[in-house]
């Protein structure tokens, strides 16, 4: 935490072109050393920063959604509520990432390490999903993510490297929506199966 709060704040303050692996390190009061057992660039470091507990987030907001909803519409609004459309007002933070190809490039692979807990997730809110079933979801559903922050960070820099200013392109959430729509079929055929595998046998009856 003391890492990543550091990164982040001399990225503000000096631009993140400015700051050095040592110059963190120094800020939390590490070595070197110890930066690299955590992190493996500044950008990683800056960018875990900006997404702190995240990961979590989207996992209880699965989880606390009300039963009647859908595994598919449970994903997409747990997703889709954590980011932030910036519209007419884009925050400092998300400035210098959008004015910064490598931090744009690591807050887009940001939500690559859903997987495993996202899998034990869908697996507690579908019962009898099978394992792998949830594995290849979860997995499809942090590749739609994925592929919604890259269009939407990539249509910024064009628009910034075009006009010199940062230009809200669009809505994230939107494109957030569409893109995990379409894997709507594959998560609701995958509850109905479950729901369907789970259900108690009808007793025999008129047997003698």
Do not use: C
Not at 27 to 44: D, K
Not at 162 to 183: I, N, W
């Amino acid at each position: 935490m003391a890492l990543r709060e550091a990164a982040l704040r001399l990225a503000l303050e000096r631009g993140p072109e400015n700051v050095r692996v040592s110059d963190i390190a120094d800020a939390a009061g590490v070595s070197p050393r110890t930066y690299n057992n955590y992190y493996s660039s500044r950008e990683q470091a800056i960018i875990a920063a900006v997404t702190a507990e995240r990961e979590q987030r989207i996992i209880a907001a699965i989880l606390s959604q009300p039963e009647s909803t859908s595994i598919s519409e449970a994903v997409i609004n747990a997703i889709v509520e954590q980011y932030t459309d910036p519209g007419e007002h884009v925050s400092d933070v998300m400035l210098m990432v959008m004015n910064n190809p490598t931090l744009r490039s690591s807050y887009a692979d940001s939500i690559a390490p859903l997987g495993r807990s996202l899998a034990e997730a869908l697996s507690r809110r579908v019962a009898g999903m099978d394992p792998l079933t949830a594995d290849v979801l979860a997995a499809s559903i942090g590749a739609a993510a994925r592929v919604a922050i890259e269009d939407w960070l990539t249509s910024v820099a064009t628009r910034t490297l075009s006009t010199g200013f940062v230009v809200p392109a669009g809505s994230l959430p939107d494109r957030l929506r569409t893109a995990l729509t379409a894997l709507r079929p594959a998560l609701e055929d995958a509850e109905r199966r479950a729901r369907s595998a789970s259900a108690p046998t009808p007793a025999l009856k008129g047997l003698t």
